[in-house]
């Protein structure tokens, strides 16, 4: 089976500074990867994914993530944050191999950048 | 504007009725998800669609029913055998019908509160 954990429900950071939103997971064959956002009372927004290849992946308004085999973790990072960038946050993985391509998601993070 | 679209945006029930919820897409996407998401919880896979005319439980069926007559319509029935359907409702989909490496679009939701 696959799975997701975000270990922090909350993360606060200051406007400027880095930020890190963790996810490991936990799949039987190569898995596929995802963060997406969401904002209150709407639906999820695509960030980024991994998929094969590069390790540190770029995606949407500055953030990336760093796929981390040997750890089996898929943090999303961003180098100054901003207040807006204030949201839900999910980490995804989908594994071809035993799941038929569907995704489990994490619990969430809720990510607070204070002026 | 291609995307996906839920209505209504707010939907009350009372004890005993059933309800059903709308998700359209123009994308020309195959797979249709519908997911439950409550407070503090990820996600939760409650049907999806590969193709028209065929679908698929997830983690948690019990008390709902879809259907899929056409390619760009997925609509969620909340049925009285739900116990608990109180929750913000999302659809999404996509491109190819067994997700693979594709991005998830998601609607914008559907929230239903039980009177």
């Known amino acids: 089976a696959q799975s997701v954990a975000q270990p922090e429900d909350q993360v606060n950071v200051a406007e400027g500074n880095p930020l890190t939103v963790k996810c490991t997971y936990s799949v039987s064959g190569n898995p596929y990867l995802f963060w997406y956002v969401q904002y209150p009372n709407r639906g999820l927004q695509f960030l980024l994914k991994?998929?094969?290849?590069?390790?540190l992946v770029k995606g949407s308004y500055g953030f990336e993530a760093e796929f981390n085999k040997s750890q089996t973790s898929f943090h999303l990072k961003k180098p100054s944050a901003l207040v807006s960038d204030s949201a839900l946050y999910f980490c995804?993985?989908?594994?071809?191999?035993?799941?038929?391509?569907?995704?489990?998601f994490g619990d969430g993070t809720t990510l607070t950048v204070k002026p | 504007d291609g995307g996906i679209t839920q209505s209504p945006k707010y939907l009350f029930r009372k004890e005993g009725q059933n309800v059903t919820l709308s998700c359209e897409q123009n994308?020309?996407?195959?797979?249709m998800y519908w997911y439950r998401q409550d407070p503090g919880q990820g996600l939760r896979l409650i049907y999806y669609?590969?193709?028209?005319?065929?679908?698929q439980k997830g983690d948690i069926a019990e008390g709902y029913s879809v259907s899929r007559e056409k390619k760009e319509s997925f609509p969620l029935t909340v049925t009285s055998a739900q116990k608990n359907p109180t929750a913000f409702y999302l659809c999404?989909?996509?491109?190819?019908?067994?997700?693979?490496?594709?991005?998830?679009?998601f609607g914008p939701g559907t929230r239903l509160t039980v009177l």
């Open positions: 995804a993985v989908r594994d071809m191999v035993t799941n038929a391509g569907k995704s489990t």
């Open positions: 994308l020309n996407h195959d797979a």
């Open positions: 991994y998929i094969t290849g590069d390790n």
């Open positions: 999404a989909s996509t491109q190819g019908a067994s997700g693979g490496t594709d991005t998830q679009y």
């Open positions: 669609s590969q193709i028209v005319n065929d679908f």
